[in-house]
């Protein structure tokens, strides 16, 4: 009788754990189920050789719909349009930055990005989200339909990773 009611009881676990991340939409809290992205240069202020092939530019392609942080000592935060990349910056041909502030609360926001392309500063756009954790932010990101083209986080040159 006990191993059945072990049985029951884990059933019981599991329909509820499928009910409040699946059915319901909750998802862990992404302050700590994130993935962290460490590269120094998508930095702003690393200007990417135009002679390179695509292969060798970055390109966020490959993403899966999921939370970052950006840890790379060239910074932690987003592209924003107080610094915004021209092309053939951030690794890539075609930047990304984020349009706006970086939210002051805790919530979820909804917030535009804009790739940087052909001198326009923002050729195409579309929502992503971004949080604010304690000390640092992270961004539900999309992949980008167009190569090279990849998010730009920071201005700095410094290639110590961020703690």
């Known amino acids: 009788m006990l191993g059945r009611r072990l049985q029951v009881t884990a059933a019981y676990l599991f329909c509820l754990i499928y009910f409040n991340y699946i059915v319901a939409g909750q998802e862990p809290d992404p302050c700590s189920n994130h993935v962290e992205i460490d590269e120094e240069i998508r930095s702003t202020a690393h200007q990417t050789n135009r002679s390179l092939q695509y292969s060798y530019l ?63 500063q923002c050729a195409d756009s579309w929502t992503i989200q971004v949080k604010k954790c304690d000390g640092f ?3 539900k990101l999309l992949r980008v339909d167009v190569c090279a083209s990849a998010y730009c986080a920071g201005s700095g040159t410094d290639r110590k990773s961020v703690v």
């Open 58 to 120: 970055l390109c966020d392609d490959n993403m899966p719909y999921q939370w970052y942080r950006f840890v790379s000592g060239a910074g932690g935060q987003l592209a924003t349009d107080d610094n915004i990349p021209t092309e053939y910056t951030c690794g890539t041909h075609i930047p990304i930055y984020m349009t706006g502030t970086h939210p002051e609360s805790d919530d979820i926001v909804d917030r535009t990005v804009c790739t940087v392309f052909n001198g326009n």
């Open 137 to 139: 932010y992270v961004y």
